[in-house]
């Protein structure tokens, strides 16, 4: 069973910077993309950045030039560095990967949605 456990949420102020981790673990053949997601109270759950195995990115406007995505193949991780962080940035953050396993016994391959528990990025003085 494919898992992910994240890392990194906390408290901190304005302008400040966080950074977060997430680990995938389980019988992987590849992980073609990886993702942040964050959900606010009373807000939809957003995309925040992605990458996939090549180290192409993409980012959400609102984290543009503030926040940077990474990867690590080798080591199945993924981080997001958070810098310049605001009140608005404060939410739940969902690590997600799409992962290409193997069908026990059948020999063929398919991508699965995983996602990590979450976790909670506060942004306040």
């Not at 980012?59 to 991780?77: C, E, L």
Request: with cysteine; glycine share 12%.
């Amino acid at each position: 069973q494919v898992q992910l456990v994240e890392s990194g949420g906390g408290l901190v102020q304005p302008g400040g910077s966080l950074r977060l981790s997430c680990a995938a673990s389980g019988v992987i053949f590849s992980i073609p993309t990886m993702a942040w997601y964050r959900q606010a109270p009373g807000e939809q759950r957003e995309l925040v950045a992605e990458v996939d195995h090549y180290g192409d990115s993409n980012y959400s406007d609102s984290v543009k030039g503030r926040f940077t995505i990474s990867r690590d193949n080798a080591k199945k991780t993924m981080s997001l560095q958070m810098d310049d962080l605001k009140p608005d940035d404060a939410a739940v953050y969902y690590c997600y990967a799409k992962v290409r396993v193997l069908i026990g016994g059948t020999g063929t391959y398919t991508n699965v949605d995983v996602w990590g528990q979450g976790t909670l990025v506060n942004v306040s003085s």
